[in-house]
Structure formats: structure tokens, C-alpha cells
């Protein structure tokens, strides 16, 4: 069983930048596809971002396709979050998610584990 812990949320204006990590303890991080997502007040959990356990294909949501970027160190048993040229509707709490299947699933019930959220807050 993988354990993930988000860290890095904010409060941060609009055009700025900020540095999600996903730190996993047990289990075999590195087996695991990654992916994060987000949850805005009212509205469903929606797919940002995957990376294959290997970190060699990445998918995006339109959204933010060109503004964020999905890595993973598997050595570290980390995977991050790179958002740039952020803006208000990006405001939410993002969570990171392990995939046993090692791809870039975008449906948040095909990931197996979740992380407990980090806020981010984008000022306009």
C-alpha cells in the first residue's frame, strides 16, 4: 500500500508560480503511474496531469497543457507538479494519486491511492 503526501500549495498571484511535491512511503512508488488533479468548491474532481511509472510519456489537460509540467524522481519517491503562469481558475485543492497500472489514466477511479490535498490559491 502506497501512502502519498502533497506538500507545497500556496497562495500565490496571478502569472506566479508554484512547486506541488508527492512524497509516497510503503509500498513500490516507482511501479505506480502518477497523476494529479483538482477539486475547485462546488465543482467535480477534474484530471490535470499523469506521468507512467518510468516518467517517459506525460499526458495533460488542455487546461494547462504549456503552463504546468509533471515529473518524478523514483529514486526520492517523489513525484512534483511545475505550475506556471498560474491563474484564478486555478484555484483548488490538488491532489496526487498512484495508479498499480503504471499509466496515464485520466479518470480518477481508475488511481488506487490518493494523497489527503494541498491548497492552492491564485490572487488576481
Known amino acids: 500500500q502506497v501512502q502519498l503526501v502533497e506538500s507545497g500549495g500556496g497562495l500565490v498571484r496571478a502569472g506566479g508560480s508554484l512547486r506541488l511535491s508527492c512524497a509516497a512511503s510503503?509500498?513500490?512508488?516507482?511501479?505506480?503511474?502518477m497523476g494529479w488533479f483538482r477539486q475547485a468548491p462546488g465543482k467535480e474532481r477534474e484530471f490535470v496531469a499523469a506521468i507512467t511509472w518510468s516518467g517517459g510519456r506525460t499526458y495533460y489537460a488542455d487546461s494547462v497543457k504549456g503552463r504546468f509540467t509533471i515529473s518524478r524522481d523514483n529514486v526520492k519517491n517523489t513525484g512534483y507538479l511545475q505550475m506556471n503562469s498560474l491563474k484564478p481558475e486555478d484555484t483548488a485543492v490538488y491532489y496526487c494519486?498512484?495508479?498499480?497500472?503504471?499509466?496515464?489514466?485520466?479518470?480518477?477511479?481508475?488511481?488506487?491511492?490518493w494523497g489527503q490535498g494541498t491548497q492552492v490559491t491564485v490572487s488576481s
Open positions: 510503503r509500498g513500490t512508488f516507482s511501479r505506480y503511474g
Open positions: 494519486a498512484a495508479d498499480f497500472m503504471g499509466g496515464t489514466s485520466t479518470g480518477p477511479v481508475e488511481y488506487d491511492y
